[in-house]
């Protein structure tokens, strides 16, 4: 299971972390991701990282702004959101699968509720 917290409203600029619970040890072995989803638009990956944390990956308009981390002792996932733009606004959903390919593509196994992040310009 996968519970999403810390989204909410912020103004353009500013900074946001989101936080992902995952229930279970078998969270070792996941890799997991985030994705997005705006009004009107089909959901998008956002980043991913590895079961171990050493490798991650990023959609090109977040890359450098956007940063994913993992806590394999508390078994949760982060995702640090700088300088925040408005195209930025959209439910953020925590996602985990046990293959990497899986993840960059959003076949995942598990889908956390989502959080809503809205950035006001």
């Known amino acids: 299971q996968l519970v999403e917290s810390g989204g909410g409203l912020v103004q353009a600029g500013d900074s946001l972390r989101l936080s992902c619970s995952a229930s279970?040890?078998?969270?070792?072995?996941?890799?997991m991701g985030w994705f997005r989803q705006a009004p009107g638009k089909e959901r998008e990956f956002v980043a991913a990282?590895?079961?171990?944390?050493?490798?991650?990956q990023y959609e090109p308009s977040v890359k450098g702004r956007f940063f994913i981390s993992r806590d394999n002792v508390e078994y949760m996932v982060y995702l640090q959101m700088n300088s925040l733009k408005a195209e930025d606004t959209a439910i953020y959903y925590c996602?985990?699968?046990?293959?990497?390919?899986?993840?960059?593509?959003?076949?995942?196994?598990?889908w956390g509720q989502g959080a809503q992040v809205t950035v006001s310009s």
């Open positions: 996602a985990g699968d046990l293959n990497w390919g899986r993840i960059i593509y959003g076949l995942n196994e598990f």
């Open positions: 279970g040890p078998t969270f070792l072995d996941y890799n």
């Open positions: 990282i590895d079961w171990s944390g050493t490798n991650d």
